[in-house]
């Protein structure tokens, strides 16, 4: 079955600091999609990222960077030097390709970054 | 190019009164999910639908609640006899044809209050 992990559930730091945020994931197939998407205080939902399990390359955008480890089934997300901006709360969510009709969304880590 | 579109933002309803949420997806769109959040948690699915089918609604509680995504117009969830524990934000998420390896596009959401 389908499955997202994110035992932080709330993380506090002081702008310019960084930090990482995990996600553990469990899935059956062999062909998955892992994203990561971000929901500020206002209540949107905001595409961050989406990776698929063919691909371990970590990727790097600006000050985000993702960690795709498949040995140990996580998806970690890391905001280099944070700022007041970022404080949102992040999910990571799994699409699997050949089991599951839906999209799974882990619980979500709340980000405070403090001034 | 107009992005998910949900009304009403914000909905109150009175304990037994009937809700009805719209969607309607991203031009080009014919999958609609619809996500509930409850205070404090991560994205629940509910109901996945395509234009006049239901796909998947293992999420959707089995009394009370209703989905439709017609050939014309928008998707509608339905809430009959609301109770309390319905507060909640709705959100209604769309994806072009191949829905598994593409990231699912969000609306604003639905915040509806029961009193």
């Known amino acids: 079955a389908q499955k997202v992990t994110q035992a932080q559930t709330e993380i506090s730091v002081v702008e310019k600091e960084d930090v990482t945020l995990d996600c553990v994931y469990e899935?059956?197939?062999?062909?998955?999609?892992l994203f990561w998407y971000k929901q500020p205080p206002s209540g949107e939902l905001v595409f961050l990222i989406r990776?698929?399990?063919?691909?371990?390359q970590n990727e790097i955008s600006g000050r985000y960077s993702w960690n795709f480890q498949k040995s140990t089934s996580s998806f970690n997300f890391t905001i280099t030097a944070s700022q007041v901006v970022d404080s949102a709360v992040y999910f990571c969510a799994l699409s699997e390709a050949n089991y599951g009709q839906n999209f799974v969304f882990g619980p979500g880590t709340r980000l405070s970054v403090l001034p | 190019n107009a992005g998910v579109m949900q009304n009403p933002r914000h909905l109150v309803r009175r304990r037994g009164q009937e809700a009805r949420l719209r969607c309607s997806p991203m031009?080009?769109?014919?999958?609609v999910y619809w996500y509930r959040q409850l205070p404090e948690e991560g994205l629940k699915f509910m109901v996945y639908l395509q234009k006049e089918n239901i796909i998947d609604e293992s999420g959707m509680p089995k009394e009370r609640f209703s989905a439709e995504f017609p050939k014309e117009g928008p998707s509608i969830l339905r809430i009959q006899q609301v109770v309390r524990g319905d507060s909640a934000a709705y959100f209604c998420?769309?994806?072009?044809?191949?829905?598994?390896?593409?990231?699912?596009?969000f609306g604003s959401g639905t915040q509806l209050s029961v009193l």
């Open positions: 899935t059956r197939d062999t062909t998955y999609y």
């Open positions: 990776r698929n399990s063919f691909d371990e």
């Open positions: 998420a769309s994806s072009p044809r191949d829905r598994r390896n593409e990231k699912l596009f």
């Open positions: 031009k080009g769109h014919s999958h």
